[in-house]
């Protein structure tokens, strides 16, 4: 593996959150470095992480925050890469107010976005950028998405029992 990603995150009450996502990248033998940068309160933070994104051997950028969930798109202001956005549950709207300070990216800053806690798929779609040019990549992707379709017939096999 060539490149690595970036799973950064607005706070750490966001990492519970994430887990799924970090342990998916490391099924397809895909490194992750985990930070955690907030849009608010460190933005010169993000402004330098992201800037030298590519430099330090990232393929894709997989951004993590909640409420106001900037952080996406700041990074994405300051970089060429994918940015993959990863709206995080909220008490107060049950993470629609994060999904959606994701999707209103403004023309010319775009950031892939997956569903509320969606961080498993987060990894799945930054994978499927990294195997465009990864053929072992994507082999592996074949088979994780294979092993899948077996277990779906397996159920079906079986959903006459449960009856």
């Known amino acids: 593996m060539s490149k690595k990603v970036a799973v950064v995150m607005g706070s750490d009450s966001d990492l519970e959150t994430m887990k799924p996502c970090i342990s998916r990248l490391q099924s397809f033998g895909i490194p992750a470095e ?28 997989i951004a993590a925050a909640g409420k106001a969930a900037h952080l996406a798109g700041v ?19 049950g993470g629609l107010d994060s999904l959606l300070s ?5 023309k010319g800053i775009p950031v ?3 569903a509320v806690d969606g961080a ?3 990894a799945i779609l930054a994978a499927q950028m ?14 994780f998405k294979a092993k899948m379709a ?11 029992e449960k009856l």
Do not use: W
């Open 34 to 61: 985990v930070r955690v940068i907030s849009a608010h309160r460190t933005p010169a933070a993000a402004e330098q992480f992201a800037s030298g994104a590519r430099e330090n051997g990232f393929g894709v950028i």
């Open 75 to 93: 990074l994405a202001a300051y970089t060429t890469l994918p940015v993959i956005g990863v709206p995080i549950k909220t008490s107060m709207m």
């Open 102 to 106: 994701m999707v209103q990216m403004p």
């Open 112 to 114: 892939a976005c997956v």
């Open 120 to 122: 498993d798929n987060a």
């Open 130 to 143: 990294l195997a465009l040019s990864d053929e072992d990549l994507s082999g592996q992707l074949a088979d």
């Open 150 to 160: 077996d277990e779906v017939a397996e159920k079906d096999r079986h959903i006459g």
